[in-house]
């Protein structure tokens, strides 16, 4: 009886000269994995257009049902997105979203991407719903080019082939 | 046909000779895939994906016997010695069958990969994406990788507008044709075709305006790539994400199955729901995109009320208690004091409601589904007598099969029945037209004759004489009753007058009666221009089947094309005027006169171009108590005491009976936009506050019972137990599906999007008389009218109808911008005559007024006759009937 309540206090004993693993938060922050499922972002191309297509197939692939997509067409004079497909809606509740990153995998123009912020609380259940504005980033921190089949809109027919003879 | 025994893949088949291989695999569950055939289409083998190993006993050439192998079995020899499209093959005796082999998937992923080198790969963007057979087939059949250059693909401009509803994006298209064939072979709208070659092979719209077809929604559907799409639905949402709702189409009396996709109670889409009975897969342009009037902003959502002459918005108790109030303290001073008016696009369960209302609770006879106008057509309860017979499918009906369709623009006032009667057609039967005026179904029957305007009756006159000189022959049926009458009169009429006012020969005519009669199945088909010249038309033309006994067996019998989805509901429910009731058009003398108080309209806009109707109307306002029920705010609903909501067909349930009275159910969709109660709930509120004492005699004599109500399916079981034609119409019933061509379960993935299986019921046919087997068949003469020019009015108005009428369903909708605006039609000889050009506005004078109209000229029309379309705008007051004498002169 006395022996195992000794070994406890020693375990207990033996950390107090060993470094902590607790950090201060939130004045000090622990720096997360490179591949960390933080909150969503929606990305935008290099040239500021969203690169979200509305196509709902995030919100297809979301084991919660926590994504509403609701798509419309882009106005050709002033595309949100390439090609002829935006979304008009874009919202995430992240009271029901698990972080599982399911969306990430299924969106094709790598719109959605999970980051490293995790810190999320929320005061009401409405305020949990996080919509488009607050999710996408600013428009000049876009990257990379538009992909091909996207650039299609209002294209010319294709040049015939050029045969080298 | 005789059977014929093959084997696929290791199953034993044996189906009717002729059945191509794709077919014949189905039977057993064999998917061989494929692009370009369509099971409601002619094979015409384009897109090669459903090659396979095709195996048939070789044959020794010298004797013409089979060559048996050593164990005594036939030699299977590789039929031309490759792989053979399935879809063109068709099936023979001993045929082997191989679907799986290396050499089959070898050829199916080289198809793919093909098709894939020029198609743009934007599922995501794409609306089919989800219901793409393209997809599917790639996923199930396709190569994992392509060899082509990915950046070489061939590109066009993104989609281009074939018409204001449909949109084609040319670098999706996969060229199988499945449009084109439609147009061609089912929709008899040939305005779509190929241009160009190779790479730049395209489809084009070959019409003006482009894609001139009232079916152009459905090559959307059987589209198997994101090519065509229509404007309705465009981006609005993914197909996985909508919720369908069995539903029927309220738009004419086709009573086509529709699905109702809903996404957040918000209507995404219409999209046909096959039912082989009806609408086979297919629908009307008019029906897939005129219902967006359910979300119009311009709905009336409240009840309102009339508060120092304004009307007010209020609560439903106190708008339900004014009404009641009103129509009570009206009704209890006598009976015929109140009326009622229902639209009959209403369903079943709002009819009968509503007639329970008027006639027990307010005891009145006073009741009509028609607006009182002079475009009112006669009441016709010859399909109720002698409509086509129970279990009529013409989807089976082929050769030995004559139609006659008189007095009717089948297009324009039913438009799915040209499919099915051009069905008939391409089976191998016969469709004969005969019309005043040049139809489209006409220019395509197998006759199209013109009689005279204005000498339907003496047409049909004609026809029955001769009918009956035929039959005369064969003897008569023993339940026909009245034949000597209607003979000696006929008698008294000369054939050669009869066919002189019509403008026929006797040959032609003889020709047409011979068909008839020898017809194995025979169908009559009449519209509106019948109905609107009444019985001597409508009635005639059931003697004619009557006589023959052509009718009260499946597919033979009348098809009246009626105006409301629901006609033959109001008929056979009793919204129609009783004994010593007034119909609808005298409902405004009486309203003058002092003897019709109270009124309560339901869906209809009598006022509407009816000067004497909103007349009326406005005196019973001002001096009784005027209700309207409606969807939008109009002329009727501006003049009344009480206005409540009316619930759109998508947020309510119930049921319809359609021209060849089979009644089907529809379900709630999406949800009111503001609270509202369906009217049979209305009316049994209404029945619940009367203070009208019924006397005691009267109780006691009530048939239609009590008003316990809970919900709608109380009703459709009253209508069952009380009305003896709608026994056992039950929501049970009306469920029981059968699988419509076949389909089998693995077959979405290659007639996906097509259009949606029906598991939700084909719907019940409610007999006829002529169904009932001891029922004695009573024939009736009308004497023929004659309509015909004189003095002053020296041509003769008729006004045909038209689908796209630019009435209130049409609120919002794509087709808003293909509404036939008002005009007339006229002969080039009269323009000629009074020095009127194309685009010219003319002056009508007819006895009754006078209006303004442009005029259009149509080589189509004969000289004296003239066509206003009936459509919103016509100077349609201008009319007496079906046929008006007016005058024509060029508006100065």
């Known amino acids: 009886m006395l022996g195992a309540f000794l070994k406890g206090l020693g375990t207990t004993f033996k950390y107090l000269f060993k470094k902590p693993v607790t950090v201060q938060y939130p004045e000090e922050k622990r720096v997360v994995h490179e591949r960390f499922r933080g909150r969503h972002q929606l990305n935008r191309f290099q040239n500021g257009m969203e690169r979200c297509i509305g196509c709902s197939l995030c919100a297809a692939a979301c084991p919660s049902d926590a994504i509403l997509v609701v798509p419309a067409e882009n106005d050709p004079a002033k595309p949100n997105s390439p090609g002829e497909r935006y979304a008009a809606r874009y919202e995430i509740n992240m009271l029901r979203c698990i972080f599982c990153g399911y969306c990430e995998d299924a969106c094709p123009t790598n719109a959605i991407t999970l980051e490293h912020q995790y810190e999320l609380s929320f005061y009401d259940r409405k305020s949990a719903i996080y919509d488009k504005s607050m999710l996408l980033i600013p428009i000049d921190k876009g990257h990379g080019e538009i992909p091909p089949v996207l650039t299609q809109l209002n294209r010319r027919p294709s040049p015939p082939a050029q045969i080298d003879l | 046909m005789p059977d014929v025994n093959l084997i696929i893949d290791g199953h034993a088949v044996s189906v009717p000779a002729g059945t191509n291989l794709v077919d014949a695999a189905r039977t057993v569950e064999v998917a061989i895939p494929v692009f370009c055939y369509h099971p409601k289409l002619k094979p015409v083998g384009m897109c090669r994906m459903c090659l396979i190993e095709v195996y048939t006993p070789r044959i020794d050439p010298a004797t013409r016997q089979v060559v048996l192998g050593p164990d005594g079995l036939p030699q299977l020899a590789l039929m031309m010695n490759k792989l053979q499209p399935a879809c063109v093959t068709p099936v023979s005796e001993g045929m082997v069958v191989k679907t799986t082999t290396e050499k089959v998937k070898f050829a199916q992923r080289g198809v793919l990969e093909f098709l894939l080198t020029s198609h743009p790969l934007d599922c995501p963007v794409c609306d089919k994406g989800g219901e ?63 241009d160009n070659r190779g790479r730049s092979w395209e489809i084009i719209s070959k019409s003006e305006p482009g894609f001139d077809s009232k079916f152009s929604g459905n090559t959307t559907d059987i589209c198997p790539v994101g090519a065509l799409t229509n404007a309705d639905f465009r981006f609005r949402s993914r197909v996985w994400e909508v919720r369908s709702t069995p539903s029927i189409c309220t738009h004419c009396s086709v009573g086509c199955n529709l699905s109702l996709d809903a996404r957040h109670n918000q209507l995404m889409r219409v999209m046909p729901r096959e039912n082989d009975d009806v609408n086979e897969i297919w629908l009307c342009d008019k029906g897939r995109m005129g219902m967006r009037f359910v979300e119009s902003a311009n709905r009336v959502t409240t009840p309102l009320v009339r508060q120092h002459g304004k009307l007010v918005p209020a609560s439903w108790d106190e708008a339900l208690t004014r009404i009641s109030s009103n129509l009570s303290q009206i009704a209890a001073k006598g009976t015929g004091q109140v009326a009622g008016l229902m639209s009959d696009s209403a369903s079943n369960e709002d009819l009968y409601a509503f007639r329970k209302l008027i006639t027990e609770t307010y005891q009145s006879t006073s009741l009509d589904h028609r607006p009182g106008a002079s475009t009112d057509v006669a009441l016709d309860d010859a399909p109720l007598t002698a409509g086509v017979g129970k279990g009529t499918s013409l989807l089976a009906l082929g050769k030995g099969t004559t139609v006659i369709v008189v007095a009717a623009d089948v297009e324009e006032e039913a438009p799915l029945y040209v499919l099915r009667l051009r069905g008939i057609q391409n089976r191998g039967g016969a469709v004969h037209v005969v019309n005043s005026f040049a139809t489209k179904l006409g220019s395509g029957a197998s006759s199209d004759t013109r009689i005279a305007a204005g000498s339907e009756s003496a047409y049909a006159a004609a026809f029955l004489k001769l009918v009956l000189e035929a039959q005369a022959a064969n003897g008569f049926d023993r339940r026909v009753r009245n034949l000597d009458d209607v003979r000696n009169q006929l008698n008294k009429l000369s054939i050669d007058t009869l066919l002189e006012t019509a403008g026929v020969s006797r040959a032609q005519l003889q020709k047409l009666v011979d068909a008839y009669m020898t017809a194995t199945n025979a169908i009559i088909v009449y519209g509106r221009t019948a109905q609107h010249v009444g019985a001597s038309v409508t009635q005639t033309l059931a003697n004619a089947a009557i006589a023959t006994g052509k009718c009260g067996k499946a597919n033979n019998g009348l098809i009246a094309l009626t105006a409301g989805a629901n006609t033959t509901g109001a008929l056979a429910l009793g919204v129609r005027p009783g004994k010593d009731g007034a119909a609808a058009n005298e409902f405004w003398a009486r309203a003058e006169a002092g003897t019709l108080r109270g009124l309560m309209v339901v869906g209809l806009d ?163 008389l002529a169904d009932e087997p001891t029922a004695p068949l009573p024939m009736a003469f009308v004497a023929p009218v004659a309509f015909e020019p004189k003095g002053e009015f020296g041509l003769l108005l008729q006004t045909p109808v038209r689908a796209y009428n630019g009435g209130s369903w049409s609120t919002d909708s794509k087709l808003s911008t293909v509404q036939v605006p008002a005009h007339v039609l006229i002969s080039p000889s009269d323009a000629a005559r009074w020095n009127i050009n194309a685009g010219d506005r003319v002056t009508i004078a007819s006895p009754v007024g006078t209006s303004t109209v442009p005029a259009q000229i149509d080589k189509n029309v004969a000289t004296g006759h003239v066509l206003m379309p009936d459509v919103a705008g016509a100077p349609l007051h201008l009319t007496l009937g079906a046929y008006t004498r007016v005058a024509i002169r060029r508006a100065e």
Not at chain 2, 157 to 168: A, T
Not at chain 2, 656 to 676: D, S
Not at chain 2, 730 to 738: A, F, G, V
């Open chain 2, 132 to 194: 793409c057979p393209l997809q599917n087939l790639t996923m199930q059949w396709g190569p994992e990788v392509s060899r082509f250059d990915y950046s070489d693909k061939v590109h066009f401009e993104k989609p281009i507008k074939l018409s204001d509803v449909i949109y084609l994006d040319r670098e999706r298209c996969i060229l199988c044709s499945r449009c084109v064939r439609f147009q061609d072979d089912i929709a008899g709208d040939s305005v779509l075709g190929f």
């Open chain 2, 606 to 768: 009598p006022a509407n171009n009816n000067p004497a109707a909103a007349e009326g109307l406005a005196t019973i306002a001002k001096h009784g108590f005027l209700a309207v029920q409606t969807m939008f705010m109009n002329e009727t609903a501006e003049l009344a005491d009480v206005v409540l909501p009316q619930m759109a067909i998508a947020e309510t349930d119930g049921t319809l009976t359609n021209a060849e009275r089979r009644v089907q159910r529809f379900r709630i969709a999406v949800a009111a936009p503001a609270a509202m109660h369906p009217t049979w709930q209305i009316c049994a509120y209404l029945a619940e506050r009367s203070t009208v004492a019924v006397p005691a005699s009267k109780n006691a004599t009530a048939v239609l019972g009590d008003w316990e109500y809970a919900v709608t399916s109380d009703v459709t079981e009253e209508v069952a137990q009380r009305i003896p034609r709608f026994g056992g119409v039950t929501y049970t019933s009306l469920d029981l599906s059968i699988n419509s061509w076949g389909r089998q379960a693995n077959e979405s993935v290659y007639y996906d999007g097509t259009s949606y299986t029906n598991t939700e019921g084909n719907g019940v046919q409610i007999a006829a």
